[in-house]
């Protein structure tokens, strides 16, 4: 009887497969979260009167924001699209990897001299950060991890009435 039985086979996802998946969910989930950080800094720039005038005066605010809120999503978005690939990162990993090059970004942002480009260099480095801090939160040679009966992944809802962004589980 045990002869009959044969082992499921390991299915094996390529490493550039998965991280493609990661960068990708990483992006979507980064675009969808900076929405809210745009609407966030126009309201900054409005309630403190930081406006500069002009066509839209909180522009630079809102696009502060929206890098905000973007930097802070893409570790959700590849420790998602990990989780879709079978991979084995951590979400703790995922962030500790983002602070880490962020900080390495704001040092970065000094050898910039070009001031349109600075504000940009925090967030890129924030999402090659939350890659790599995903990708390094776990061994290969670790035995793989039982699955539990709890998961928790992000959701996105449209309807007629709007849209909402949260979080659902299995327990």
């Known amino acids: ?6 082992a499921e086979p390991v ?27 745009a609407v966030a800094g126009v309201a900054v720039c409005g309630k403190f009167g930081l406006s500069t005038g002009g066509w839209f005066p909180c522009l630079d605010y809102a696009g502060y924001g929206f890098l905000a809120g973007m ?7 590849v420790w998602w699209g990990g989780k879709l690939m079978g991979g084995r990162g951590t979400l703790i990993g995922a962030y500790l990897g983002m602070g880490v090059a962020a900080v ?12 349109d480009i600075q504000p940009f260099v925090i967030p890129l ?6 890659v790599v801090g995903y990708e390094l939160s776990f061994s290969s040679e670790s035995p793989e991890q039982p699955t539990s009966v709890a998961s928790v992944q992000p959701l996105l809802s449209v309807s007629a009435r ?3 962004l949260g979080l659902g589980g299995r327990f």
């Open 1 to 6: 009887m045990e002869a009959d039985r044969q």
């Open 11 to 37: 299915q094996f996802i390529h490493p550039i497969a998965r991280v493609s998946a990661e960068i990708g969910v990483e992006l979507v989930t980064s675009l969808v979260a900076g929405a809210p950080g």
């Open 71 to 77: 930097s802070l999503a893409a570790p959700l978005g």
């Open 104 to 115: 390495l970004g704001l040092g970065t942002t000094y050898l910039v001299y070009n001031d």
């Open 125 to 130: 480095f924030a999402l090659v950060g939350s």
């Open 162 to 164: 709007g849209g909402a």
